[in-house]
């Protein structure tokens, strides 16, 4: 499974909802996939996608989608114990896991080998989990998280076909969009 097409099938069905994207090539391919104001694009703060995903999730009846990376999150393990001390109803974790650090010159991950991430969000009772390797079932879990109270965290194994563009965008532009379209509504 290609991670750009599962970014774009994640947007076809996220409607409206807030996604918060790991740094490097996950936000530059949901910005090509599709720019949208609910779209929180990350820069350089490895290890704390789905950590701000739990503090949006904790302040917002809406459910929030974290597209969260296995290196970045092996960096943090205690966001993953975080959420599931709290146990956010709203809050949808994706794993985009290709089993390295690739941005950085594609190191192999802990989950290149045998690291399980899914057995660690269980671990930390997190009870609605998968592992998904390819779009179909993909999408057909995330349908239910977005459905179904979570916390809900997905581990999709996924490929790589290059790198696109980086996305043209200023952080501080991000979170000004972001924070005005939750006053808007
Ligand atoms: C604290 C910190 N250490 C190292 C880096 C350098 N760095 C940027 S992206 C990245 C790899 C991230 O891996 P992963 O989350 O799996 O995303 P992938 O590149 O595989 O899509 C690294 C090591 C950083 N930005 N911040
Ligand atoms: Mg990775």
Not at 11 to 40: C, K, M, Q, S, Y
Request: one cysteine or more.
């Amino acid at each position: 499974m290609l991670r750009f097409e599962a970014t774009q099938m994640i947007l076809r069905h996220a409607g409206d909802r807030p996604i918060v994207a790991n740094l490097g090539p996950t936000t530059d391919e949901l910005w090509h996939a599709g720019h949208r104001d609910r779209n929180f694009y990350t820069y350089g703060n490895m290890g704390l996608c789905s950590s701000l995903a739990l503090g949006m999730a904790l302040s917002t009846p809406e459910k929030v989608v974290s597209l969260d990376g296995d290196g970045s999150l092996l960096m943090n393990l205690g966001a993953i114990a975080s959420i599931g001390r709290e146990q956010p109803k709203n809050l949808v974790v994706i794993v985009w896991d290709n089993q390295q650090w690739g941005q950085t010159g594609h190191q192999p991950s802990h989950t290149a080998c045998g690291t399980d991430l899914e057995q660690v969000a269980r671990s930390c009772s997190i009870s609605h989990t998968a592992t998904v390797r390819d779009l179909e079932t993909l999408e057909q879990v995330f349908c239910q998280a977005l459905e179904e109270d979570g916390p809900w965290f997905i581990v999709a194994k996924i490929e790589e076909a290059g790198y696109m563009p980086v996305s043209p965008i200023e952080p501080e532009m991000t979170l000004y969009r972001f924070r005005n379209s939750f006053l808007k509504k």
